[in-house]
Every structure is written in structure tokens, then in C-alpha cells.
């Protein structure tokens, strides 16, 4: 920027400096120009400021107004003193405008530098006629010069203050502060026009006393006043008090005050200034806070920016068991040092760190509580806000209990009842207590005759399983008479030890058991029967550490409701044993041993359903008729239940007896059954294959035999060649099953078969299954059959219903292989011994 010349008094100049004296109206250049004149004995003299090396235009002349911008610059660019003895003689100025006139004849400048080494301005002589100039010409502009600079900044700072007491004076009034002048040695106080609004004084009743003073502060807080005057006059002690003011008009006004005290070179104070303002608002704000904090239900408390305790309400006092005269002005951290090192202290520190409220739950020892803490920092320190939460929490963890207990209940059942074997329903019971009710356990059967058998063990240490198992291993042989299984089992009751139960228990047992017991180390135990139906089917032994603790109410309550659903599903399971194996029992007994006749072997497999009630309508069958043919029969009645047993029965029976008496193809033989069973009202529908293995003299010979057979809707058979290969024996279509239409013909198929062939029979449970199509499952079949084409014809059978059924079938199975053994020998051994009835007229052959 360029500097503004302003016109100035008595015909002299006077201009606004750029930075750093802008703004300083400076008359005296012209005074200061003169005397260099005078001094130096010059026509004229110029005092000139500059901006960025070169004249503003703006400056002070004596003498002889003249244009020598070129020289001021040359001089304010330079490095020091610019000296011209003869311009006219001189090339560097000989032609400038001034010299070529005969204004100046010689020059002198000196640059005006201010205290940060800047350049500001020139102060120049000049003369007509060319002059030598000495050493103290120079000098002396220079020292002229030096006090130009100082005259400059000097009334630049004068200005630069004015102008701060202008803002500062108008920055007090828009905030509404007063400001006070208290001079010490006479007492006298001097006010400005807003401290007077605030005393409700004019400026004619305050007479600047400081009795005035006291007479509107409150006498409560007057002594509070006194002690802060004589603190900050006494030390170093910045002056603060926060008083009332009792209004002329009756009210009452806060003001909150701030001074220091300036003191002589001695120390010794001799004025106090400062402000003040009114903070009425603040406090009516503060005391309706205030009210509303006493009010909530909640704890609250604030703390400073010392963590000292600045307010606590009613309800703090409550929860932190200390009145709040004890707390305030008091370190929180001292009050309470349990909280140090815990989230109290963490999260408190990181909310003032971060300016970032924060909100947590922590435990607090010494009070045994639990807290929901939110605090929120301000300017003035940090607010807490705090709320009792432990009967909450306990109301949630025994809500968790709870869900914990009912989990546990419903997992028990589920699992259980997944399982109909008694031993595998114990060893789940194991896992299922363990953690959850004890640390380890054992669980016992009971048969019945009321022998125990530990079947099941678990512990929530890997590394104790193994010894744990052991022990249950080993635990029956050493057990006393009066030890609490036994008189659990004696009274179908509880037997808890709530203390010292490694102790205890030893003492009831002998040998190894004795020694794995007090490795495992248990501190309370309980003994619980478990019972269904009025019978004692089991017992469940729970053992816990000491830092587990004795079971508790809840807990044991719990135990009991497990020891129910186990002994209900342990009892099912009983049940479904002795059901399983009536039925089974009931539907082998209608089954058959088969014939083995000539160098024929024949295995035959019956796999009932995996539930028990599903006994039914399949169905095997292999005898000789008469003329010495072997028939092999595979068949199965609708139905799986006791009724669908019985039909099978008779449509077996029925079977058998038309097969040897008629001697008839297994076409004839499968109409004349379903003749009968219209005729004789056996109200059911079967399916079923006949086959008849035959052989003339010239089949012998070429060692073939031929396999007639007769389908009635059933599953094809399979035949497995010598050579590994496998077909399906489907012939041309499987005639209807049995009992929908009599009258319809049957029609026989028949096939050469090689000595060294297998041929196999089964009933549609072993390839049919839900969502699997029956063709996938005949696919399987004949997979299986290869895998296992070099196996004898015991492997062979297994290997097939193993591969094929799942681990609980949904449907009986019932299968039959016949291999044909070359008869170039006499009967393999591996066949097994050579059944046929007794005294059964065979025609030789």
C-alpha cells in the first residue's frame, strides 16, 4: 500500500506511514526537515517515507521544493549514506531534471530504519552549488535521522493504543462489563457508567467511596469480598469474588468480579483494576439446574477440572454413602481410590482427554453395587450422572439362569428322545450337566434287578476326561454299602454333600477308585436317582470344586427336572428295547430257516424298521417241492403294524402249501395264491417274486441251471455272473400285485444261469427311500453288488445292507442270495452243510 498524505497544521505536511507505522499522523517531519537544513547549512532539506524502496510522495520539504525522487530512492535502496559532493560532474545524476536546473548541486541522504532493520523513509539535504561532505555532516544526519525513526514509532505506538482502548472499550460495553479503578492509597474508586448501572447508582449519588461500594453488596457476602481485596493486595493473587448486590428498587443482583493489583518497583500495590458482569441469569440458571438435579431420581455429580467434587446432589448422597459436606471441594480419586486403575478412572480420564462424553457399566467393591455411568465433560470439569443398576443386573443374570436352565431342559429332551439306546441317552445325559450344573459327572443304569453299571462320564477339563473315565470304570467294585449311590438307589432320593466330599466319598471307597477320587478333588457333590413310572432307572452323580461352590436352590431344583426328563427318556428307551425285541422276535418267528440242497448256498438277512412298532409284511422263504426244484420266495404285505405281520403270515403259509402240493411254475402258483386269498377273505395286498431253480440232465452236463421266476409287482431280482458283470431280472413287465384282480393271468420268464452265479432277492426297503427314486436305488444295488462280487455270500449280504440302509432304517428289509456252486465236486465247504428235509422223495438224477 502507499502511504495517504494528509494535510497537516501551520503549512506543513503530515502522512499515514504503511506497516508497521501506518496510520501515525506524524507533523513534525517538516520540523525535522528544517532543523537538517539549519543544521547542515543546506537551501533545502526533505524528509521523505518510502514504500518498497521508492518515495510515497507524502513527506516534509524545507526549503526549496524540488523533484528528487531518483536521489530519495537511491538512497532508501542503498546500504547507507548516499553522498553527492558535485551532481552536475556526476554521471550517475547529471541528468536529472533537478541537477540539469541548478536546483541541486550536491546531496545527502540517510535512510530511515526502523528496530526490525526495515526501511521507512528518507531524510535528505540538498544545495545549488557543490559541496564536500565531512564525515560529521554525515554523522549528524544520521543522528537526526535516528531520532526521525524514534518521533515515528513513538507516535505509531501512541496510536496503536489509542485504538486498542477504543476496541476494548467498545468491546466491554457490547458485553456488558464494567470496569473499576480502586486506588489504594486513597481508597478512592472510579466506575464507568456500567458498574454504575449495576449498583443502580447515578453518577451524582456515587461519591467513589468504598463505603458506597459496601453498602449494596450483601452483608453475607461482604466478608468473602474483603478476604479476596486483601488477598490479591497481600500476594500475587488475582482478585475474584462472586457477590450479591441489593438493588435499591428491592431486587437482588449476582456479580461475578475480576482484577489484579499493579504494584511500584517495590512491590508494594498500588491500584486494584479489573471488571465485572452480571451473572444474575448464570445463577437463576444454576439454581433451577440445581433444583431440578436434587429432584431426579437419578445420582449426579459434577467435578472440576482439579477432579474435586463441585456439586452432588441428594440422591448421590445416597448411593455413595457420604453426605455431600464430606465430598465437595474434595479429589474424587481420594474419596475413593477403589476406583483407580478400574473403568471409573479410565473412562473418566478419556472423556476429558477426547471431549467425548462416554457411557459404561462398571462394579464398584466397596459398595457391592453395580453402576450405569454416563459423563459428559464441559469447560468447567465433568458431570456424572450414575444409576444403581445391581438389582437390575441381578434381575438379568437370573433371567439368563433361567434361560440357561430352561436351554439346558429342553436340550436334554431333545436329545434324549433323539436316541432310543439306554447307553447312548446316559452318555449324552453326561455332557449335557457338565458344566452347566457341575464341573464333572458320572451316570449309572440301573437293571432290573437293581445292579448299577456306570455307563456315562464327563468333565469340563479335557485333560481330566481320561481320568474321569477311569474312575467310573473302576468305581463300582470299590463302593461300600453305605455310600450315597447306594442309599440314593435305596431310597429313590437326593444324596447332596455340600462340603469336604473328596473326603467324604473316600472313606466309602477302597483300591484304585479311592486314589482317582482325591486326584479329581471334589468339594460338594450331589446324588440324584433317576425315576419314571414309579421305577428306578438310573443314577446321575454331580461333582463341583470348591470354586464352583455347593449346588445352589435354583440348581439343584434344575438337577432334579434333568434327572426326571432322563429317567422318562431312559424308560422309553427300556420300552423300545423290549418292544424291538418282541416284535422282532414275533416276525423272525415266522420266518424260516432255508434249504440248502445239492451245491446250492443260500443266506438269507431280515432287518426290521428302527422304530419298534413298525413290524410287518416281509417276508422270505426257500423249500424244495416235491420233485426236488428249489423255490425261493421273496414277498411283502402292505402294512407295518401287528396286523400286517399277521397277513404276511398267512400269505405265506398259503404259499408254501399251494407251491409243494401243486408242483405247479411260480406263475401258476402266484394265481392260484391270489385265487385263495380272495376265496379264503385274506383282506391285504402283497407283492412278491417266485423263482424256481431247474436243471435237466443236459443242463447238468453243461453246467447251467435254469431260473424261472413269476413277479407280481415286485422289486426285480439281481443276478451276479461269474464274470462280475450284474443285470436286473425284469423280464418283460411284472405282472399286478396280489389281491386287486385274480382272474388276470400270470406269466413266467425264465433264464440259463452259469454255475458260479449269484442271484438275489430283496424286498423294496432296501432300495427305496423317502425323496430317492427307486431306479437310483436299484442303481446303488447293482454298484454295491460289484464292489463286492469277490466276497463270499455271508460278506456279500452284509456288505449290501450295510452300504445301502441308513444307520435306522424306516422300513423292513428283508433279503435273499442263493449261489450256485459248480457241481463238478462234491458240495464246497464254504457253503456250509447240505439242509434239506428229512426223508423227502427226491427223483435221482
Not at 439306546?421 to 440301573?446: I, K, N, Q, S
Not at 463270499?792 to 456252486?821: N, Q, Y
Amino acid at each position: 500500500m502507499r502511504a495517504r498524505p494528509t494535510t497537516g497544521g501551520d503549512g506543513g505536511s503530515a502522512v499515514l506511514l504503511p506497516s508497521p507505522l501506518a496510520g501515525v499522523p506524524h507533523p513534525a517531519l517538516e520540523r525535522l526537515a528544517a532543523l537538517a537544513a539549519r543544521a547542515l547549512s543546506t537551501s533545502s532539506a526533505r524528509a521523505e517515507l518510502t514504500e518498497d524502496g521508492a518515495p510515497t510522495g507524502a513527506g516534509a520539504c524545507a526549503g526549496l521544493l524540488a523533484p528528487v525522487d531518483e536521489l530519495l530512492t537511491a538512497t532508501a535502496r542503498g546500504t547507507g549514506p548516499l553522498a553527492v559532493t558535485d551532481a552536475g560532474a556526476d554521471a550517475r545524476w547529471a541528468a536529472l531534471p533537478a541537477v540539469v536546473s541548478g536546483v541541486v548541486g550536491c546531496y545527502l541522504g540517510v535512510p530511515l530504519t526502523g528496530t526490525d532493520g526495515r526501511v521507512v523513509g528518507v531524510l535528505a539535504v540538498f544545495d545549488p552549488l557543490p559541496r564536500r561532505w565531512s564525515r560529521t555532516d554525515v554523522e549528524l544526519l544520521a543522528d537526526l535521522a535516528a531520532v526521525a525513526v524514534g518521533e515515528l514509532q513513538l507516535s505509531a505506538l501512541a496510536v496503536q493504543h489509542e485504538a486498542d482502548r477504543l476496541r476494548w472499550r467498545l468491546g466491554v460495553a457490547a458485553g456488558g462489563v464494567g470496569s473499576f479503578d480502586l486506588d489504594l492509597a486513597t481508597g478512592v474508586i472510579t466506575w464507568d457508567e456500567r458498574m454504575l448501572e449495576m449498583f443502580e447508582y447515578t453518577a451524582e449519588e456515587f461519591d467513589g467511596t468504598f463505603a458506597a461500594f459496601e453498602a449494596r453488596v450483601h452483608p453475607d457476602d461482604l466478608p468473602r469480598v474483603h478476604e479476596a481485596v486483601e488477598a490479591s493486595v497481600q500476594g500475587p493473587v488475582v482478585f475474584q469474588a462472586e457477590y450479591r448486590v441489593l438493588l435499591p428498587s428491592g431486587g437482588t443482583r449476582w456479580v461475578k468480579a475480576r482484577g489484579e493489583a499493579l504494584r511500584d518497583e517495590s512491590g508494594r500495590a498500588l491500584r486494584l483494576v479489573g471488571a465485572a458482569y452480571d451473572t444474575t441469569a448464570e445463577k437463576r440458571g444454576d439454581a433451577r439446574v440445581s433444583r431440578l438435579l436434587e429432584s431426579m431420581p437419578s445420582a449426579f455429580f459434577s467435578l472440576d477440572r482439579d477432579w474435586r467434587f463441585s456439586h452432588v446432589n441428594a440422591e448421590a448422597e445416597r448411593v455413595l454413602q457420604r453426605p455431600r459436606e464430606e465430598l465437595l471441594g474434595r479429589d474424587v480419586w481420594e474419596e475413593f481410590p477403589e476406583g483407580l486403575g478400574t473403568a471409573f478412572e479410565e473412562e473418566y480420564r478419556r472423556a476429558v482427554a477426547t471431549g467425548e462424553p462416554v457411557t459404561f457399566e462398571a462394579h464398584y467393591p466397596p459398595l457391592d453395587a453395580w453402576f450405569e455411568v454416563r459423563a459428559w465433560p464441559d469447560p468447567d470439569g465433568l458431570s456424572v450422572y450414575f444409576l444403581d443398576v445391581t438389582a437390575r443386573r441381578a434381575a438379568q443374570e437370573e433371567a439368563r439362569r433361567t434361560a440357561r436352565r430352561l436351554e439346558l431342559l429342553a436340550a436334554v429332551s431333545a436329545d434324549l428322545v433323539a436316541t432310543l439306546d439306554a447307553d447312548e441317552a446316559v452318555a449324552r445325559l453326561a455332557r449335557h450337566v457338565v458344566p452347566a450344573l457341575a464341573r464333572w459327572a458320572v451316570v449309572t443304569l440301573a437293571d432290573e434287578n437293581g445292579a448299577l453299571r456306570d455307563v456315562g462320564s464327563w468333565h469340563a477339563d479335557p485333560a481330566l476326561r481320561e481320568l474321569t473315565d477311569r474312575y467310573r470304570r473302576v468305581r463300582q467294585a470299590g463302593l461300600a454299602t453305605e455310600a450315597p449311590l447306594r442309599r440314593s438307589q435305596a431310597r429313590q432320593g437326593a444324596v447332596v454333600i455340600e462340603s469336604r466330599a473328596a473326603q467324604r466319598l473316600s472313606s466309602v471307597l477302597s483300591g484304585e477308585a479311592r486314589e482317582l477320587l482325591q486326584r479329581l478333588a471334589p468339594e460338594s457333590a450331589c446324588v440324584m436317582p433317576l425315576r419314571a413310572r414309579g421305577r428306578l432307572l438310573g443314577v446321575m452323580s454331580l461333582f463341583r470344586s470348591a470354586e464352583d461352590g455347593p449346588l445352589s436352590g435354583d440348581d439343584l431344583a434344575t438337577a432334579v427336572q434333568v434327572a426326571d426328563r432322563a429317567g422318562l427318556a431312559l424308560d422309553n428307551a427300556s420300552l423300545y428295547a423290549r418292544q424291538q425285541h418282541v416284535a422282532e422276535g414275533l416276525q423272525r418267528s415266522l420266518l424260516s430257516a432255508p434249504v440248502e440242497p445239492d451245491h446250492l448256498e443260500v443266506r438269507v438277512r431280515y432287518r426290521p424298521a428302527a422304530r419298534a412298532v413298525q413290524v410287518g409284511g416281509d417276508w422270505y422263504d426257500s423249500f424244495l417241492q416235491p420233485d426236488g426244484d428249489t423255490v425261493l420266495v421273496i414277498g411283502d404285505v402292505m402294512g407295518h403294524d401287528v396286523d400286517a405281520a399277521a397277513a404276511m403270515s398267512q400269505v405265506r403259509n398259503l404259499l408254501r402249501g399251494i407251491a409243494y402240493s401243486s408242483g405247479g411254475s411260480p406263475a401258476a402258483v402266484l394265481a392260484t395264491l391270489d385265487a385263495a386269498m380272495r376265496g379264503l377273505a385274506v383282506a391285504t395286498t402283497a407283492t412278491a417274486v417266485v423263482a424256481r431253480l431247474e436243471q435237466t440232465p443236459d443242463e447238468l452236463a453243461r453246467g447251467v441251471t435254469r431260473l424261472r421266476w413269476s413277479n407280481a409287482g415286485h422289486p426285480p431280482p439281481v443276478l451276479l455272473r461269474p464274470d462280475g458283470t450284474v443285470v436286473d431280472l425284469a423280464g418283460e413287465e411284472p405282472d399286478l400285485l396280489l389281491g386287486i384282480a385274480p382272474h388276470l393271468p400270470r406269466r413266467d420268464e425264465q433264464v440259463e444261469v452259469q454255475r458260479g452265479s449269484t442271484v438275489l432277492l430283496f424286498t423294496d426297503g432296501l432300495v427305496e427311500r423317502r425323496g430317492q427314486d427307486i431306479d437310483e436305488g436299484l442303481a446303488r444295488l447293482r454298484e454295491a453288488v460289484v464292489e463286492l462280487a469277490g466276497a463270499d455270500l455271508d460278506d456279500l449280504c452284509d456288505g449290501i445292507l450295510d452300504r445301502l440302509l441308513p444307520p435306522e432304517p424306516e422300513d423292513d428289509v428283508a433279503l435273499v442270495a442263493v449261489r450256485l456252486h459248480p457241481q463238478t465236486g462234491p458240495r464246497p465247504e464254504v457253503a456250509g452243510p447240505h439242509r434239506v428235509p428229512d426223508d423227502l422223495p427226491l427223483p435221482g438224477r
